[in-house]
């Protein structure tokens, strides 16, 4: 059984920065893809930004250029670092990895924007 773990997240003002962190544990031998999505109320979850082994970093267009996703394979973490925080990113964002052939979530934490 693999867990996820995230870290991070809170209230923060319209411009500012925030950075989300997510651990895997448990047994694990190799994490295809590490990758953040965010849920708000009513809407489907969406993909922010993905790191698959050998690929390069995939963004949603809506946040190009303001978030940076990094991985640390020796220590199976995803990292998310969000800067020009806007209010329409406040939302849950959820961890998310493909580990040996399955797909678990973190439980998800909230961001708040305010204007």
């Known amino acids: 059984q693999v867990q996820l773990v995230e870290s991070g997240g809170g209230l923060v003002q319209a411009g500012g920065s925030l950075g989300l962190s997510c651990a895997a544990s448990?047994?694990?031998?190799?994490?295809?893809?590490m990758a953040w999505y965010r849920q708000t109320p009513g809407k489907q979850r969406e993909l922010v930004a993905k790191?698959?082994?050998?690929?390069?970093?995939s963004y949603a267009d809506s946040v190009k250029g303001r978030f940076t996703i990094s991985r640390n394979n020796a220590k199976n973490t995803v990292d998310l670092q969000m800067n020009s925080l806007k209010p329409e990113d406040t939302a849950v964002y959820y961890c998310?990895?493909?580990?040996?052939?399955?797909?678990?979530w973190g439980q998800g934490t909230q961001v708040t924007v305010s204007s």
């Open positions: 448990g047994s694990i031998f190799y994490i295809r893809l």
């Open positions: 998310n990895a493909f580990v040996d052939g399955g797909e678990y």
């Open positions: 790191s698959v082994s050998g690929s390069r970093p």
